[in-house]
Structures are given as C-alpha cells and as structure tokens.
C-alpha cells in the first residue's frame, strides 16, 4: 500500500485542542463528547444521523470534513450500522483507510485516536490481564477486523502521523445497546422474559464503567505522553453471573442460569492496565453503581 509522507509534527495536546468526533451519537462517542463538553473543550460530533452526516467510507467527504474543521484531535468511534449485516473486517479496513489517508492529506499535525478492543487479543492467560506487549490472537470475526485497524494504524504511525489505539474492555452503563450483555438483559426484561435465563455465566470479562472509557480517551488524545496503544480497563476481572445478578437485583426480576450447550469461545478476558494507570487515570466508578445507573437510565 502506497501512502504519502507525513512531515513530522507534535499534535495539539492542550485544553484548546480542536476536537472533531466521529460516531459522535454512539454509545463511546456520546459519552466522549459529554465528557469533552464538562471539561471545557471544543468539540464537534459527527453521525449518520447528524447534520452535516458523514460516511466514513466516502474519501472525498472525509476531506472536505477536515478541512473545514481543521481538527487537531480526531476521534474515530465509528462502527457499522447497527443490525445491518456487514463484514466487519472489510468494513474496519476501508473506514482506517479512508480516514487516515484524509488526515494525512488534509490535517496532518491531527493526532488521531482509534479505538481497539480486548477482543485483539483472545484468552487472557496471563494472571495479570492482557499487557499491550501480548501477542494479538482473536477468536471473533470483530477481534480480526480490529486487529486490522491496529495493523493499519501502525503503518500509518510509521510515516509519521500521531496515532492512538485506546484498546477497550467490556464498556457497559448508560445508553448501551442491546447487542452487549447488560442492555441486551434489560431489552429482554422489557420485552417480559419471566424469570430472566442467563446462559455462559462462567465467562469473565474486565468490565468498564463508559464514562471512565470516555475519560481515558480523553486523557490519551491528550497527554503528550500518549503510547501508540494502551488498554482500557480495570485489571478486575468479573462473571457474566454477577453481572447478571446485579441487573436482576436492580430491576428486582426472578433470574435462572442454565449450563450453556454452546462452546465457550471466549473464557477470560481481563486487562493489564499498567500503561494507563503510569498515565495517571484510574476507574472512577464502582461497577455495582455502574449497573444501577444503566437500569434505571436504560430500563
């Protein structure tokens, strides 16, 4: 792949940093511009649904967008539409590519913030969680695109252009959808489940409350000591079951596990946050308070 040269540039790291976010409307993007919004920042959020929209596939589009915002921070919390059949890994790829190649072209002092997730790495065997050093080995379709995205970013950060992979954890709280566990259990309570099935409750994953997600990407983009990658997450790692059981104490609903018939595709998932926290960012939320502001906002 041929790509231009970006000349050398430190990136705006400051509280007067231009932000431009893409997905602003999604469940990290919205949370990241409310956090921007408390802190003072100037920010402008773009969606499928705001004006003016933005398809992150269009390259052209993509360029007229910079240049007339002239970011010096962007954020890509882009995802494919929802419940729209898509293949993730050409979806992540041409998306990367559009978007990196537009800011190279257009705003190449931008430094740029992606976002990963622990699905890169797969098992988590190390009892310490995943460090960003691990080996990158997905199970999942979304794992794979991602990994992608990460390949792409490198070789863009190669040439020059300030990247970021915030690697996120399990982010749950309020606004999720209902394609991740939490939102998908209150969808289904909702929708009258009696008493509330819970299957793979042995899985462990390091859960996040979101808005701590969206200070960390904050902090990221903007410390000049930002590393190409770093994982976002607690370094505790939790069951599905006492997820499950947190929702249903909450919403104060009947709860029943059944040993799923399905392989476990991925048994623990938990990770290393030495990086960040030498950044100086810590989870703010307990996780029990995360889950009670998710029922009572989502429910």
């Given amino acids: 792949m041929n790509m231009p040269a970006v000349c050398p540039s430190s990136p705006t790291t400051t509280p007067s940093a231009r932000w431009l976010v893409l997905g602003a409307t999604g469940f990290i993007g ?15 959020g773009i969606s499928r649904s705001t004006a003016p929209e933005i398809d992150v596939l269009d390259r052209n589009g993509l360029r007229e967008l910079l240049r007339k915002f002239q970011p010096t921070i ?3 919390a882009c ?7 898509v293949d993730l ?10 978007i990196l190649e537009a ?5 190449p002092a931008c430094r740029v913030v992606l976002l990963g997730s622990a699905a890169e790495y797969g098992h988590s065997e190390a009892s310490l969680g995943s460090p960003e050093t691990d080996s990158l080995q997905p199970l999942s379709e979304y794992g794979r695109a991602k990994c992608r995205q990460f390949e792409l970013a490198s070789q863009f950060a190669a040439r020059g252009l300030a990247i ?5 954890f399990n982010p749950i709280g309020p606004g999720q959808g209902h394609h991740q566990l939490v939102g998908s259990l209150l969808n289904r309570i909702r929708q009258g489940e009696r008493p509330l099935l819970v299957r793979q409750r042995n899985c462990i994953r390091d859960w996040l409350d979101v808005r701590d997600a969206a200070r960390a990407i904050v902090m990221l983009a903007e410390s000049s ?22 929702v249903a104490q909450q919403m104060k609903m009947a709860i029943d596990f059944e040993l799923s018939s399905l392989p476990m595709e991925l048994a623990r998932s938990v990770g290393n946050p030495t990086r960040i926290f030498n950044l100086g960012w810590r989870p703010y939320y307990d996780i029990n308070q995360t889950i009670a502001d998710q029922c009572h906002h989502d429910a």
């Fill in 103 to 107: 800011v190279v072209m257009e705003v």
């Fill in 30 to 44: 919205s949370h990241t511009v409310a956090t921007l919004k408390t802190q003072n920042r100037t920010v402008v």
């Fill in 225 to 246: 000591a930002s590393p190409s990658v770093a994982n976002v997450c607690s370094g505790q790692g939790q069951t599905v079951e006492f997820i499950a059981r947190a």
């Fill in 74 to 76: 962007l954020l890509n």
């Fill in 164 to 168: 970021t992979t915030a690697r996120l």
């Fill in 89 to 98: 890994l050409d979806f992540y790829s041409r998306s990367t590519l559009a």
């Fill in 79 to 85: 995802g494919p539409a929802p419940a729209t059949p």
